[in-house]
């Protein structure tokens, strides 16, 4: 049985998906065993394969390609444990005049907000056109998703960083419980 999708991704991102001489596409194709066409004039990509879940990875960095991630990034949704969150600005507007602040909350003077909100959750951030992206480890996305939707809701600066630290206690204190080894 063969598994199909067809996406569309912005125009001026198809060279990136494709790369030089092919090479990115080619590498998607390879770890992922699906069939990649892309149609450059129109944007639209069409994934072919029988593995629904690796169909499934490569529509995942197909997208992310398109959202503004470096395919290296991309790539990283290949390991079970990582996931992918697109959010919609739009979703956060009442009027079309707003979308250029709200992507400056969440990027943030000098990119200041952004760093921080990679550097707590160990993530990537990528703000592409109408959208916020994340790439990272399942939990960590979520959480950096959550901080995104803050700034997007308004949402001082310095209570989202606040949260952040608070959360980044916590995974850190999650992982040194599940390292130590106890014993009655």
Not at 10 to 32: F, H, S
Not at 66 to 92: C, K, T, V
Not at 111 to 116: C, E, F, H, P
Request: charged fraction near 30%.
């Amino acid at each position: 049985m063969e598994y199909f999708y067809e996406l569309r991704i912005p125009k001026d991102r198809v060279a990136v998906l494709i790369g030089k001489k092919g090479e990115t596409k080619e590498k998607l194709e390879e770890n992922t065993s699906c069939q990649i066409r892309v149609n450059s004039k129109e944007g639209e990509v069409f994934l072919k394969g029988k593995d629904a879940l690796q169909l499934y990875s490569a529509r995942q960095m197909v997208t992310a390609i398109g959202r503004g991630f470096n395919p290296d990034i991309a790539l990283q949704l290949l390991r079970p444990d990582y996931a992918f969150e697109m959010i919609s600005i739009p979703d956060f507007i009442s009027n079309p005049n707003q979308l250029k602040r709200l992507k400056g909350r969440v990027i943030g003077a000098n990119g200041k907000s952004r760093r921080m909100i990679e550097e707590h959750t160990e993530t990537s951030i990528s703000v592409y056109g109408k959208t916020v992206s994340v790439i990272g480890q399942s939990e960590h996305t979520g959480i950096a998703k959550a901080a995104i939707t803050m700034l997007l809701r308004g949402s001082q600066h310095s209570k989202v960083y606040q949260w952040l630290e608070k959360k980044r206690r916590e995974l850190k204190k999650t992982k040194l419980l599940e390292g130590m080894d106890i014993r009655e």
